[in-house]
């Protein structure tokens, strides 16, 4: 059985799926075979929650909370033992990066200054998570990083 957030997320893309009949139609779609009763059986807890539904409705609604919190997951295991200085020296590129993407995208250079086209999407939203990315590791070092145990000094004062 799924943890309850991870079910709470299956619902909520049932939901704005527009509902057990709807989501059963784009999972079926998707894979080939779905029934409504097995998808309200999921939401219930009554039934296991599926890979292939769970993408399946996050690929229809351009919306993927249940892949995010999964990445989470990986984050937060392995972004512990990151080295903030080489992390703070990757966030500020990415940074510059993801801005100078965002800028490009609305300026004479665009085909397309008053909109995103879709090839600026996709690269100003793989800048955007790698930024991401940089971010959730610093929070994740920081927070698993020694706290002091001494008094605290502060140099340059006596």
Do not use: H
Not at 113 to 133: F, G
Not at 137 to 157: C, K, L, N, S, Y
């Amino acid at each position: 059985m799924p943890d309850r957030i991870t079910q709470m997320m299956f619902r909520g893309l049932v939901s704005q799926a527009g509902g057990v009949d709807a989501a059963a139609a784009v999972i079926e779609q998707a894979w080939g075979a779905a029934s409504k009763g097995t998808v309200s059986k999921m939401c219930s807890g009554q039934a296991e929650i599926t890979i292939a539904a769970i993408v399946a409705l996050e690929e229809a609604l351009g919306a993927y909370p249940v892949t995010l919190r999964l990445f989470e997951r990986i984050g937060r295991d392995t972004a512990s033992d990151g080295d903030l200085q080489a992390l703070a020296a990757r966030m500020a590129q990415d940074s510059g990066s993801a801005v100078s993407e965002l800028v490009m995208s609305f300026s004479g250079a665009s085909p397309d200054p008053e909109r995103l086209t879709e090839d600026e999407r996709a690269r100003v939203n793989v800048q955007a998570r790698k930024l991401r990315a940089d971010c959730d590791a610093v929070i994740a070092a920081t927070e698993a990083a020694p706290r002091p145990t001494g008094p605290r000094t502060v140099r340059g004062v006596s």
